[in-house]
């Protein structure tokens, strides 16, 4: 009996405790619920100010090397090759025969077609002779001398069909593909080989509205890559888009003649514009969703505030500012990102 009371308080006491440890965490995790109002705590950002800058009038704008011209060799008849000069890296000449089909049969066709042609010539030479004798016919003369025209059109097709039997490369540059080997039969149209023109290389760039008007087709441009940190390369305007994109930029294709860069790679295109003048800049880093919907988070009392603003030139790390902002206006350089309209801001450094 008394170990039963024993037992039976040492259980009470031990579900009490467990009751008051659980209730205590209860405690401590509803507490760890509590909401901690941040809005109010000022967040770390880093600022500049709007400020008018020299403009030279030169405008450097990122852009890609690109193929100016990619041409495939086919075959316009159809034949087995007998041979084919190219292999993948080969140079070739626009207009350079680099391989022929066999047209050993076509030849042969072309020899008797001579020799039959000589004979009808020298019957109509003797119809015509018995026709002034008043001993022949003018029905012989004129039949002889259509069976010549008519053979003389054979020899001129068969002619044609050799030469095209001729494997020619339609544009000068270098072979980047080759499908077909010699011995191998083709139809009208196989394409045998690729190539590629890599001295006359395009710079494909886009320009925003109020630059894209300065330019003029012909006119020339420096052209610039980390590649060759010490060499500066020239390209002329030759395609200006006549109608731009969402983002109000313009396509401008420049021609450069070098073998020096490659199709593919990175470079900076500059133009001179002309008309030096001191403008309105801010970092291009101020710009939230960038050049697309063109607003800045503006210093107020300690707290960021949109501002809708609008831009024009990209002059380097800079933007030109037309509208929105006035010189020693505060814009958020750094932070944007948690940040809202009315955030309470602390500055971090400032320039």
Do not use: C, W
């Not at 993948?88 to 047209?103: E, M, N, P, W």
Request: charged letters at 25%.
């Amino acid at each position: 009996m008394k170990k039963s009371l024993i037992l039976t308080i040492s259980l009470v006491a031990l579900i009490g405790f467990i009751t008051f440890t659980l209730a205590k965490n209860k405690k401590k995790i509803e507490a760890n619920k509590v909401v901690v109002d941040r809005s109010k705590m000022p967040i770390a950002v880093a600022t500049t100010a709007a400020e008018f800058k020299e403009y030279d009038g030169k405008v450097v704008l990122p852009a890609n090397l690109e193929l100016n011209n990619e041409a495939t060799i086919a075959i316009g008849v159809q034949g087995k090759i007998e041979k084919l000069s190219i292999e993948v890296g080969s140079r070739v000449a626009k207009g350079q025969v680099i391989g022929s089909l066999d047209s050993r049969l076509k030849v042969l066709n072309l020899k008797a077609n001579e020799l039959t042609l000589s004979k009808l010539e020298r019957d109509l030479q003797r119809n015509e002779d018995l026709l002034k004798g008043n001993a022949g016919t003018e029905l012989s003369v004129v039949n002889g001398k259509y069976d010549i025209e008519n053979l003389r059109l054979q020899m001129e097709q068969v002619k044609q069909q050799i030469a095209d039997g001729n494997i020619v490369s339609p544009i000068s540059g270098i072979v980047t593909s080759r499908k077909l080997m010699a011995g191998e039969f083709v139809s009208p149209g196989t394409v045998i080989a690729t190539v590629v023109d890599d001295v006359h290389l395009k710079a494909v760039v886009f320009v925003n509205e109020k630059d894209v008007y300065q330019l003029r087709l012909g006119q020339a441009a420096t052209i610039t890559t980390d590649i060759f940190p010490s060499k500066s390369f020239n390209g002329n305007v030759k395609f200006i888009s006549p109608k731009g994109d969402e983002n109000h930029n313009y396509k401008v294709e420049l021609q450069l003649n070098t073998n020096a860069l490659r199709a593919g790679t990175y470079v900076m295109v500059g133009f001179d514009l002309g008309g030096k003048a001191k403008v309105l800049q801010i970092p291009k880093l101020a710009l939230v969703e960038g050049i697309k919907n063109p607003y800045v988070y503006v210093v107020k009392n300690n707290t960021a505030v949109i501002q809708k603003i609008t831009v024009g030139r990209e002059i380097g790390e800079n933007i030109e500012v037309i509208a929105g902002l006035q010189a020693g206006e505060e814009v958020v350089t750094s932070g944007q990102i948690n940040l809202t309209d009315g955030s309470s801001i602390i500055k971090t450094s400032n320039k």
